[in-house]
């Protein structure tokens, strides 16, 4: 008690605690959810990693729920926003969207892991969204079909991306796939003639040219309507 005094009477201050905010702590999140993955993140290794006692990150996010929406409007944010180029037509922009979300979700797998279930409308979805319908009014669809085709093709990039990465991210992917591969063709031919047929080229070796099949099918989908109406 002395001691404490003494250095009071002397004028010397405890230091105090470095300041954080929401886009530190998030970066923070993402980097360990990328070195580590997913089943290993906690708030409690995010707050070690932050050089912080736990409660303090409760300051800053509600808990989990809130923190993961963040991240995967980071992630998001990633993604390049369509230019609004006339010099371009609009079904090549729609398509650089798509490759480039995919592109920006395969390189985070964990936080992609949570999108499931969670709509990406933070700030940098809403900016994404806004910037999408706009491009296909601009291109002559009428509200509701720049609002499909938003919807369809964050769906589709989405979608195919958890799944990507739920076949494993890198070298195991190809194994992976390979191995379903097998899997399929040895299935009875009699029982299942149609898909034994089609096995070997269904998922082996990768699975970027069906991806980029699906997209260019969708946005050719959406130009045979707006001809139509």
């Not at 303090?56 to 989990?64: A, D, E, I, N, T």
């Not at 958890?162 to 070298?171: D, L, M, N, R, W």
Request: with cysteine; glycine share 12%.
């Amino acid at each position: 008690m002395a001691a404490r005094a003494h250095g009071f009477a002397r004028g010397e201050e405890t230091p105090a605690a470095p300041r954080l905010d929401r886009a530190e702590i998030v970066q923070a999140a993402l980097r360990l959810l990328d070195e580590d993955g997913f089943d290993a993140f906690s708030m409690r290794r995010l707050a070690a990693a932050l050089d912080i006692k736990s409660p303090s990150l409760y300051w800053h996010v509600k808990g989990k729920d809130e923190l993961f929406d963040l991240l995967v409007d980071t992630v998001i944010g990633k993604c390049p926003l369509p230019e609004d180029d006339a010099g371009k037509p609009w079904d090549e922009r729609l398509i650089e969207v798509g490759l480039d979300l995919r592109g920006v979700l395969l390189a985070h797998p964990a936080a992609t892991r949570l999108l499931p279930g969670r709509l990406p409308f933070g700030p940098n979805g809403l900016r994404l969204a806004d910037r999408v319908i706009g491009m296909l009014r601009r291109a002559g669809f009428d509200d509701r079909m720049a609002g499909y085709g938003y919807l369809l093709l964050m769906f589709y990039v989405t979608g195919f991306a958890v799944q990507e990465i739920a076949f494993g991210k890198g070298p195991e992917n190809g194994d992976r796939l390979a191995e379903v591969g097998r899997y399929l063709e040895g299935l009875p031919a009699d029982r299942y003639p149609d898909l034994v047929a089609v096995a070997g080229g269904l998922l082996a070796p990768r699975l970027t040219d069906r991806f980029g099949f699906g997209l260019r099918s969708l946005v050719d989908g959406l130009a045979d309507k707006r001809r139509e109406r």
